[in-house]
């Protein structure tokens, strides 16, 4: 038996967390996708929300949802509000909810800006941030009482029925 998930909700935007996460995890193919929307926008910034599951201090991401990044400005993001609430609708009395956004920084440097800490504010929320070089590097950090805490990346190979070889 698994545990029930203990997130607390106090509004559709606003959940409470019950531990500090410490890891995100993500599929090879959201990387992929993240990958190339980065590559895609640059140079601007790709942005777009993080759909999934908490488990302790684990995150679990089941889907990436790419939205339109309505800045006019190269170097922030901001998502359309419409794509946010489409996803909390979808995800009202499931296990899944939004667990985050992610974005791209076309300056290469995968690691929270000024811009985004003026930005944040939601306690536990995940911030994947992918800095678009030569290659493109994610991290990812959650913002907890006033920083950003950087989070493990684990990346979990694909559930496809094949076996190798
Ligand atoms: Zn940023």
Redesign the pocket.
């Known amino acids: 038996m698994h545990c029930a998930l203990r997130v607390l909700r106090v509004s559709p935007s606003r959940a409470i967390l019950p531990v500090m996460v410490s890891t995100i995890t993500l599929s090879s193919a959201h990387r992929v996708q993240i990958e190339a929307e980065a590559r895609a926008a640059f140079p601007k910034?790709c942005c777009g929300l993080l759909e999934g599951v908490r488990d302790g201090n684990v995150v679990r991401v089941i889907a990436v949802h790419p939205a339109c990044n309505l800045s006019e400005d190269a170097d922030?993001?901001e998502i359309d509000p419409a794509i946010q609430f489409a996803l909390m609708r979808a995800l009202r009395d499931t296990e899944r909810e939004i667990l985050g956004c992610y974005?791209s920084?076309p300056n290469g440097k995968a690691e929270?800006?000024p811009?985004?800490r003026e930005g944040a504010g939601e306690e536990g929320f995940v911030w994947l941030?992918a800095g678009v070089a030569a290659d493109v590097t994610l991290r990812a950090f959650a913002y907890c009482g006033g920083e950003f805490i950087p989070l493990v990346l684990s990346e979990r190979r694909a559930a496809s029925g094949r076996s190798p070889g």
Request: hydrophobic share 20%; glycine share 0%.
């Open positions: 910034e922030r993001f974005h920084h929270p800006s811009r985004d941030i």
